[in-house]
Each structure stands twice: as C-alpha cells, then as structure tokens.
C-alpha cells in the first residue's frame, strides 16, 4: 500500500485541497492525510512538494503509431494535399518505423503522462510495439476499403488482423475497431463488421475537412477526381446521414467532426457518440475549428486527441491542449483549461469504458505526478497553469506499479 498526500489532487473532476491517495493495483481510499495513515498504518508515505499537482494518468484515445518516422516528408495545410503526399511516401514511412521508432513514441508518451492510448493500426505491424507498451491500449484494428468487388478480400484481411490481436488481449491490451471512414468504406463492409464485432470499442474517422464534406454531400469537389483516378469511383457510396444510420447502434468514438454540420451533430447527439477534437491535425490539415460550443450545446461528449505525426509535431497531450487552448479564443480560459484536463482523463475513460480517469477508490491506480514551476494558490487557476506549464510528469503510476 503507498499513500500520497498533495496540497492539489485533480480527480477527474474536481479539484481538492489537502488530501491523500491511498492505492495499490487499484485506489483503496481518498480522503484526508490523517485519516489514510491512521487506516493503513504500514503504508508507504509519499508528501509531494507544495508545487506539485496529483492527477489521473492522461488517456489519448485517437493516434497512429504507423507513420511515426515522418517529419519533413509529408506536405501540410490542405487535407488533399497532405492526402496526395501520404500517399506518394506511404511505404517509405512505414518502412522506416520499425520497432525503435514505435518505442520512441510509446516511451514519449509515457513520459509525459499518457497511461492509456487508443492506437489505430491499419496494418498491424505495430501490434507488438503496443502490446509491449507499459501502458494500456485499446488496439483499433482500422479497416478501409471501398471497392465493391473487394469487400469480401478486405473484410478477410481485417478479420485476420483483428483475430491476431484477439490473441494477445489482457487487461490492458484491448482490441479494438476503427471504421476508417465514411467516404472509405464499403457499406457491406461496415455491416459485415458491425455484425461481428458487437462487443468491441468502436471508433471511426467523421467529417474531417471540407473535401470529404463535398464529396459526401454532393459527389463534388477535390476528392471526385481523387476517387476516380485511384478508384473508378464517380459517386460516394454512403452518404453521412448513411453512416451514421449504419452504426446508430453502438456509442462510436467519432474523430474530428470538424464538418460535421447541425443536423449531423443532432444525429450524433440522439445517438449518444462522442467526438474526437484533434485541433493541431485539424490546423495543420486545413479542415477548420470543431466548434466545442455546439457540442455542449447539444451535451456531446468531446475528447482530446493528438492524431499521429503524420499529421502532428508530438504526441503530447499536454501541447494538444495547450493548442486548443489557443483554438478557442471566446471561451474563458480557465474553464476550457478545466473541460480540457477532463477530455484528457475523465471523459476519455467513460467513453472507452475503462475504470480509469478517476481518483476514485475501485478505479485502476494509473496516477501521474506533476511539479510546476512554483506554488499555486489560486484552485480557479490551477487548471490553466497545468496547461500552460507542464510539459512531462514527474513520476508515472499504472495499475499502482512506478513506471516514472
């Protein structure tokens, strides 16, 4: 048993003052530092700095490990011609993210506090990088493809990628599914899968930029020239309304959403998604703002994602949500601070299902440590200053084991 006491515990939802944390593999008790070692009396005893902040490990629900190598080789500031350069250099960037540079990503996330990841492998050469990782991963075996002729090629494919991680499930490795997208995927496809796969975490990329929206609406646009050079496509095969049908049944986690306009977002709302904001991708990309006050408006779960290096400068859920802090500049910064901290953690794990997220006594011990610059006094601006000054944790818990 180990006790931490902090002047500051984020619990996922609430700030508190002056408390302690008593835990093994899971969180026995919070309450007050007296209390908890008068109750666990051989415990080990831990005080943190008065500059010190103790919180849920980080959950990344949205990334891809598989094109981890890129740094300069991609091209930014258009979805198409981002898309047309992932393309042309794919195989060269797979080729060179061989296993040092999926540690390198997992170790960096580690390092800065992450302790679950969602992974979307459209290959499955990352598998054993994730199953090795120290953190828990909800392994999202990706599927795409849209061809008629294919699907029932691609749906093999898939379910042979999707049983070899079944092999290796645990605790914390956890299959998974992604839906590439609408535009993509076949709609047989989609069913065969959803009919298969009823139990699993679902997650699916949505209305990204502007071109997919066009093509998806009116089969115009840069992405019909697209298709049709790469595809023999001169039509979407679902239209968004379409797909959101298709899955209705089950709570996806939809990444992006950036186009997603009032009737969709009502449709995600009925149906009880929740939405991926990945906001340096987005900017990177040219794919426009998600705007998070249509979200709330409508009570839909947002959560915060880097997206890959593909797309992305780091991994780090702390530069993500010092991005979106700048993203939004007509929300106060205090409370998006405090909205972002609980996508980082809280939000994540319910809409993953995961007993994390939380300092709450049955939840997974995954707790990080983090040590600010100087005190702060002020609850109404610690979570700002979290943002704003952390960078990496200083000590990291998963399932109460030290791994930092």
């Known amino acids: 048993m ?42 080990k005893k831990e005080e943190l700095p008065k500059s ?27 979805f198409m011609t981002w898309l047309q350069s992932v393309i042309e250099r794919r195989d060269e960037l797979v080729e060179h993210c061989k296993a040092g540079c999926y540690k390198r990503q997992i170790d960096a996330m580690l ?106 609406e009116s089969g115009s646009g840069p992405f019909r020239p697209f298709f049709e050079n790469f595809l023999g496509q001169s039509a979407p095969l679902c239209f968004p309304e379409e797909f959101l049908d298709l899955i209705s049944s089950r709570k996806v986690l939809l990444t992006h959403a950036v186009q997603a306009d009032d009737a969709l977002l009502e449709q995600i709302s009925r149906a009880g998604h929740s939405v991926i904001h990945c906001p340096r991708s987005n900017r990177l990309l040219g794919c426009g703002r998600l705007a998070l006050e249509n979200l709330n408006a409508r009570k839909i779960p947002w959560l915060l994602g880097t997206d890959g290096l593909s797309s992305n400068t780091s991994l ?48 997974h011990a995954d707790l990080i440590t983090v040590a600010l610059p100087s005190p702060v006094e002020s609850p109404d601006q610690l979570a700002l200053q979290l943002v704003l000054q952390t960078d990496s944790a200083a000590s990291v818990y998963i399932g109460g084991e030290r791994h930092l």
Not at 143 to 149: E, K, L, Y
Not at 338 to 349: G, I, Q, V, W, Y
Request: glycine share 6%; aromatic share 8%.
């Open 2 to 43: 180990k006790i931490i006491t902090a002047k500051w515990i984020f619990d996922g939802e609430n700030l508190l003052a002056d408390h302690a944390v008593a835990f093994e593999e899971t969180i026995e008790a919070v309450g007050l530092p007296a209390e908890l070692e008068k109750r666990y009396p051989e415990a």
């Open 52 to 78: 010190s902040v103790l919180l849920p490990g980080l959950i990344n629900p949205h990334l891809h490990l598989e094109f981890g190598a890129n740094t300069t080789q991609l091209s930014y500031g258009d």
């Open 111 to 216: 390092q800065a506090g992450t302790t679950t990841f969602g992974a979307v492998s459209s290959y499955g050469l990352d598998t054993k990088a994730c199953k090795s990782a120290p953190q828990r991963v909800i392994f999202f075996n990706e599927a795409i493809g849209s061809q008629p002729a294919a699907v029932d090629a691609l749906y093999a494919d898939f379910m042979q990628r999707l049983e070899e991680s079944e092999t290796l499930a645990s605790e914390r490795f956890i299959p998974g599914v992604a839906i590439h997208s609408p535009y993509s995927v076949h709609p047989v496809l989609i069913k065969k899968i959803l009919g298969t796969c009823t139990q699993m975490p679902l997650t699916a990329h949505f209305m990204e930029s502007p071109a997919e929206k066009e093509w998806l």
């Open 316 to 363: 780090s859920l702390w530069d993500e949500m010092r991005a979106a802090l700048m993203l939004h500049p007509l929300v106060d910064a205090n409370r998006l601070a405090e909205a972002l901290l609980k996508a980082a953690t809280s939000r994540s794990a319910e809409a993953l299902g995961l007993k994390a997220g939380r300092i709450q006594k049955g939840y």
